[in-house]
């Protein structure tokens, strides 16, 4: 399986302007053959732009989602939307709550079906206001792809390994994270990313945004883990789409080779 990481530029607030980019990067990865393509945390109206939470959020058939679900079908790919600001209220069906805010991403098959979602579940309250303005996720984020199991996380989740344990347990084989991850906690960044793949023998592949708002400035940095904790593909810190051959036998190869998978105890 060919899997893109789509590192957009994001503008604070500017959602029409980060919805062209991630058009833009699903056409791109679509040309050069990608079967599954990821965006970043809050793509469309940027992690840090707090002020302007309210007046973006959309319920799940709202216009961005529902154009990344046209683009699926259009392009015939897989697309995780990672992630957009939820308005709870507005979505039908179940949500961890009747009102309030989330941060949701959205899985497409390639014919824009939606087959997964997942709200975050650790909210993040260093100097952030996250924690204060979302409601966090209750349920895993585990959506069937190409034959692949695929859990997804988003970006302070890599924090906390008893939640990659549970995406393993439940089958998970690829492990995707959007994240808007800023500077300085660079080594942060690659060591957990690398962590979570190595601890659990599967594939991890985080996407991170690109650009500053304010004073936080992303890392960029997308990177693609094997099971065994070999990096794949890395971008820097500009825009970038990278596209990275997955082999899901992998994951049993590994695991047969040095059967730590195998020797858990509880």
């Known amino acids: ?16 302007t980060n919805v062209r980019r991630a058009t ?13 393509v990821a965006l970043p945390e809050i793509f469309n109206v940027g992690y840090f732009a707090f002020d302007t ?3 973006n959020a959309e319920a799940l058939d709202g216009p961005t989602l ?15 939307a990672g992630s957009i600001v939820e308005d709870l209220s507005e979505t039908d069906g179940e949500t961890p709550a009747e009102e309030g805010l989330a941060n949701t991403s959205v899985f497409f098959d390639r014919d824009g079906r939606r087959k997964a979602v997942y709200r975050k579940h650790h909210l993040f309250g260093y100097e952030s206001a996250e924690a204060e303005m979302l409601v966090p996720g ?4 585990i959506a069937e792809f190409d034959g692949i199991t695929v859990g997804m996380t988003t970006c302070y989740d890599l924090r906390f390994p008893e939640l990659y344990r ?13 994240s808007a991850w800023p500077y300085p906690r660079v080594e942060h960044w690659e060591v957990l990313t690398r962590a979570r793949a190595i601890e659990n023998q599967c594939f991890v592949a ?11 400035t992303l890392i ?21 789409v990278v596209v990275r051959d997955i082999d899901p036998t992998r994951v049993e190869e590994v695991r047969g080779e040095f059967p730590a998978w195998h020797d858990r105890r509880r």
């Open 53 to 55: 939470y309210q007046r």
């Open 1 to 16: 399986m060919k899997l893109a990481l789509a590192q957009i530029a994001i503008d604070g607030g500017d959602v029409e």
């Open 66 to 80: 529902s154009r990344i679900s046209d683009l699926a079908d259009e392009h015939d790919i897989g697309v995780l």
């Open 220 to 240: 960029g940095r997308s990177s693609v883990y094997d099971p065994w904790g070999t990096m794949l593909a890395s971008t820097g810190d500009e825009p970038e």
């Open 24 to 36: 833009d990067a699903i056409e791109s990865a679509a040309e050069r053959g990608a079967d599954l």
């Open 206 to 216: 985080a996407i991170n945004g690109s650009g500053s708002y304010e004073d936080a």
């Open 166 to 178: 549970d995406i393993a347990e439940a089958g998970a084989t690829l492990v995707l994270v959007p």
């Open 138 to 141: 209750e349920s895993l984020g």
